[in-house]
């Protein structure tokens, strides 16, 4: 093995400012969810891509969308499921599938709490640039996002 590749200054610098700027966003998206519809990110993520899905989809295909691993899933469905907000059935065209689905009451909270969301995050991260920067920013995540789905399944980040 070779001589490890140090970071530049200026790389490490914007590493840090990008976790930075990772976290931050997420702790005030997070509070934003909690304080307006009472959910989490990843419940408000789930929420999201079943209504983006016609309103229901299978456990595994979720997990993908999501970004989220099976088990992180089945912990986010459950809480859900306890509040009213998704249900689950068995797949039709195999036993073992399970269909997760977006109830009347969970379509009603999504709703209540999109436009809020859309404009923290519009607010916070796409006014946070000129057009000329997010659009750079947006060129170099999706050359990250290939980068780092090689070999791997991935699905579009929505």
Not at 44 to 62: F, I, K, P
Not at 74 to 88: C, F, I, M, P, T
Request: net charge negative.
């Amino acid at each position: 093995m070779g001589d490890p590749r140090w970071l530049t200054e200026r790389e490490l610098k914007t590493w840090q400012g990008f976790l930075m700027a990772g976290t931050l966003l997420t702790r005030k998206v997070e509070q934003q969810l909690r304080d307006d519809a009472g959910l989490s990110h990843p419940q408000y993520e789930v929420l999201a891509r079943l209504s983006a899905a016609d309103g229901e989809l299978r456990m595994t295909e979720l997990a993908g969308a999501a970004l989220t691993s099976k088990s992180g899933l089945s912990y986010q469905v459950a809480q859900l499921e306890k509040a009213g907000l998704v249900g689950r059935r068995s797949c039709p065209s195999d036993d073992r599938g399970v269909i997760a689905y977006l109830t009347d009451e969970g379509q009603a909270r999504l709703r209540a709490a999109a436009a809020g969301h859309a404009e923290l995050v519009r607010t916070l991260f796409v006014d946070g640039l000129n057009p000329e920067q997010f659009t750079a920013l947006a060129d170099g995540v999706d050359a990250l996002c290939g980068h780092l789905c090689t070999g791997e399944p991935c699905v579009e980040a929505g």
